[in-house]
């Protein structure tokens, strides 16, 4: 039973790119929410999508958008990237109506 | 605002001692608590969740401790391992904040051998 999976593991972009994170949900997952974390920080809630709609959001800018596709997989894109948002950006799956959230690996982001 | 915190940002231990991982919360309105291990390079993983009609849970190894009177949540680990040493967050949903996780700063555990 394949757990979440996230695509690249790491990435380097200069200021003013944008960048697309993949996400795979864990098998029988439907919920997909995405993390950022700072270095030495605790993760921070960016945004939650289900039936590929986003259900929540937290407190990011509109240059952080995602899409979650009919096979619950789900992308995160940043534009404009900013020094700022060299993170470890984390997925995390969950079923709908169950708190409980499992993360994957996380892909490093590098912005020069 | 509303946060969740961690009394001590590094804890040291022997190899076989019991650790003790304390975090405090100040939303009265959280009702799941969730505490999560990171290891170097890795995503979170999860260890043992709580909720908020419970005082203790126990599983493998690990036990959680909640004390909503003083908003106080502690993980217990025993028979403490090198493979243990990790970060440790523990992290709070909220009754009025849906399904997001908020975590707290981490606490840097050590297991000497």
């Known amino acids: 039973d394949a757990g979440v999976t996230q695509s690249p593991t790491h990435l380097i972009k200069t200021r003013g790119q944008q960048v697309t994170l993949r996400c795979s949900p864990k098998s029988g997952h439907d919920t997909v929410s995405w993390y950022q974390q700072a270095l030495g920080q605790g993760p921070q809630f960016i945004f939650q999508?289900?039936?590929?709609?986003?259900?929540q959001r937290g407190n990011f800018p509109d240059r952080f958008s995602g899409h979650q596709f009919p096979n619950y997989s789900s992308e995160l894109n940043v534009n404009a990237l900013l020094l700022g948002d060299s993170a470890l950006y984390l997925c995390a799956s969950s079923v709908q109506g169950s708190e409980t959230q499992y993360f994957g690996p996380g892909t490093r982001l590098l912005v020069l | 605002g509303e946060s969740v915190g961690l009394h001590l940002p590094t804890l040291s231990v022997q190899e076989g001692d019991n650790s003790i991982i304390n975090c405090a919360y100040s939303?009265?309105?959280?009702?799941?608590f969730i505490w999560y291990k990171q290891e170097s390079g890795k995503g979170p993983q999860f260890i043992i969740d709580i909720r908020s009609n419970m005082d203790k849970r126990q599983g493998q190894r690990v036990t959680v401790l909640l004390n909503k009177t003083v908003k106080h949540l502690s993980l217990q680990i025993a028979a403490t391992q090198p493979g243990d040493s990790a970060v440790y967050f523990c992290a709070e949903i909220g009754e009025t904040s849906g399904s997001r996780l908020t975590f707290g700063e981490g606490t840097q555990l050590t297991v000497n051998p």
């Open positions: 999508y289900y039936e590929e709609e986003e259900r």
């Open positions: 939303n009265s309105a959280s009702d799941y």
